[in-house]
């Protein structure tokens, strides 16, 4: 996809989708396979006055490694710093 394309994409999904509103902070879960278009996301968030945005990377193979090898009790437990 274009660059061009995906900027606007990015713009719309802030002015519009998230709607960031000045002050804000923001929060983004993505997936290392995209970090072109998350800077994109980020740098747009900060134009619409975003205060602070934090980006959360996943990799899904070692998701899937957590998956397999941590309990479920480990899984359920929500720590106290995502809360």
């Known amino acids: 996809m274009k660059k061009s394309v995906?900027?606007?994409?990015?713009?719309?999904?802030?002015r519009c989708g998230i709607n960031v509103q000045k002050g804000q902070e923001v929060m983004i879960y993505a997936g290392?396979?995209?970090?072109?278009?998350?800077?994109?996301?980020v740098e747009e968030a900060y134009k619409a006055k975003a205060?602070?945005?934090?980006?959360?990377?996943?990799?899904?193979p070692l998701t899937k490694l957590?998956?397999?090898?941590?309990?479920v009790k480990t899984?359920?437990?929500v720590e106290e710093w995502q809360k």
């Open 6 to 14: 995906l900027r606007k994409y990015a713009q719309l999904l802030v």
């Open 32 to 41: 290392l396979d995209q970090p072109e278009f998350v800077q994109m996301v």
């Open 51 to 60: 205060k602070k945005v934090i980006v959360e990377w996943n990799y899904g």
């Open 75 to 77: 899984m359920g437990t």
């Open 66 to 71: 957590h998956v397999r090898y941590q309990s």
